[in-house]
């Protein structure tokens, strides 16, 4: 049930041009953003595992520094992020 909320205040999120508007800005300060078109690019690339994991570490430590700054969208991210692997885990 929780996961499920979860999923639905990330797609209201998205939805809502937030997370996008918040992904140019962090594109400017955090030089690991700049390859991804949008935040639905960088999830794509998060979840595929022919990539290495020092770039994937590199944004998973901006998400976290953006979250301590109290961005939301950064937090909500994060989530989605870890929601599949959460919904495993729980199954």
Known sequence: ???????KEFETESKGFRLRRSFRAWKLEYACFEAFLDPDD?????RDKSFGYEEKNKIILALCAL???ADSSAKILLIKLFLPTLQQTLR
């Open 67 to 69: 979250s301590l700054k």
């Open 1 to 7: 049930m929780l996961l499920r909320g979860l999923e």
């Open 42 to 46: 960088l999830i794509d690339y998060m």
